[in-house]
């Protein structure tokens, strides 16, 4: 065992745990390599799929759980945090785990390592604005959103039952990007729903989304932009579009020219960086957002370490700056550097990421979905509708192919049809 070649991947969103498939696969089930992933959770969702969790119309069967995923592709599952990196001894240092009463139920532990890949992923960038850490909640993790569901559902019963006349429940999300864009659809469904489910005989809410800048969704083009926002106004949602924030309380919040916007909710989704304990890890270059500096290989200035997915800052050649950090861009990354260790463990040479951008898709839930495809034939095209909604659901089940293999992912959504016929239509515990 301690001869073979040790691989290990921190972090299991979609380029961690598509990797350690791949590589599970290709090496570990041929004996040729020791994979391990290790994650702070033990369940996998799609990031793009957060919206859904945090509003509670995620199906459970979509989670994926790493132990019987590592036992399936031949990897290994090892549960804890990252807290330091010793690149001489090539050693990763994991911080213990413990459960929700204090107890710790796994002691820290050491990994050592001939290949390194950090994809440990994105968290929101508050830009130190006073209030935000406090005040918001935050959709990062799987964590955090079923989080934002339990405070969603709880707030909403607090807010009607057993009460005759009260202000509407204020929702406000801070950020009119993709993730802004998709919750505030998705709450307007489920707010719809609650009521539909006796909760509350209308569905008295107040959605408003509050943005810096004077367009939404700046990946898609102006067109696209107003349809959506013109979508979004029809659902009743409030935009206040150039209203940069200064500060959160508890009560709600303020912008720069001194509106000050109640909410009993506050979301931030409103930019990201890279994790800050990964601006001192070991001297590895990093960013002003924290991400690692890597180059067309994806490989950071150390030889033995790769760096992938929105904690990669990867310079997107003919296009200026750096590969977004969108789900796509992780699927090809894992793809590259997957391709890179095998061949590296072959005795020949590493392969060139190159970023093939396919366009911007945002999701309205039930409502529509718009966005645009890219393409060497057509160019650029907008789409929406129907198609944009296959589309959209496509570049999930790409994700699922990856980890799962056709066969189990055509049975895993006809699974999901039939679920969605006889089980509620949000969680509300």
Aim: hydrophobic share 40%; with cysteine.
């Amino acid at each position: 065992m301690a001869e073979k070649h040790q691989v290990v991947i921190v972090g299991g969103g979609a380029a961690g745990l598509e990797l350690a498939t791949s590589l599970g696969y290709k090496l570990g089930k041929k004996g040729l390599a020791d994979i391990t992933l290790i994650d702070a959770t033990s369940t996998h969702i799609w990031k793009p799929l957060l919206h859904e969790v945090a509003a509670g119309t995620l199906d459970e069967s979509e989670q994926v759980e790493y132990l019987s995923q590592a036992y399936r592709s031949d990897f290994r599952f090892r549960l804890g945090k990252m807290e330091g990196l010793d690149r001489a001894k090539k050693e990763v240092y994991v911080s213990p785990t413990f459960n929700d009463d204090g107890e710790e139920l796994i002691p820290s532990r050491t990994f050592s390592y001939d290949t390194l890949v950090m994809a440990v992923g994105s968290v929101s960038n508050t830009f130190n604005i006073k209030g935000v850490a406090e005040n918001c909640l935050f959709l990062d993790t799987t964590v955090q959103a079923f989080k934002f569901q339990k405070n969603l559902f709880e707030s909403y019963i607090k807010k009607y039952i057993g009460k005759d006349s009260v202000k509407p429940l204020s929702i406000a999300i801070v950020g009119a990007g993709a993730t802004g864009v998709e919750l505030a659809a998705q709450l307007h469904e489920v707010t719809n729903v609650l009521a539909m489910y006796g909760l509350q005989e209308t569905s008295n809410v107040k959605l408003t989304i509050v943005e810096a800048a004077t367009q939404l969704l700046p990946a898609l083009p102006i067109k696209l932009a107003t349809a959506t926002q013109q979508q979004l106004v029809s659902l009743g949602v409030d935009l206040r579009m150039g209203r940069r924030v200064t500060e959160i309380t508890r009560e709600g919040i303020t912008t720069h020219d001194g509106e000050f916007i109640e909410a009993d909710i506050k979301v931030w989704a409103a930019g990201i960086k890279a994790p800050d304990w990964l601006k001192n890890l070991d001297g590895l270059e990093t960013n002003h957002i924290n991400q690692l500096m890597v180059d067309n290989t994806l490989k950071t200035s150390d030889d033995a370490i790769f760096a992938m997915g929105d904690c990669a800052a990867c310079v997107w050649e003919g296009h200026g700056g750096n590969v977004p950090p969108r789900a796509q861009s992780a699927h090809q990354q894992a793809s590259a550097v997957a391709k890179s260790i095998v061949n590296r463990l072959k005795g020949g040479s590493l392969v060139k990421f190159t970023y093939h951008d396919y366009g911007s898709l945002v999701s309205l839930g039930k409502y529509t979905t718009v966005g645009n495809l890219m393409g060497s034939l057509m160019g650029t095209v907008s789409i929406g509708g129907f198609i944009a909604k296959i589309v959209y659901l496509s570049l999930y089940k790409m994700h699922q192919i990856a980890i799962h293999g056709y066969f189990r992912t055509a049975m895993l959504t006809l699974s999901n049809a039939f679920r969605r016929s006889v089980y509620q239509k949000i969680k509300m515990h």
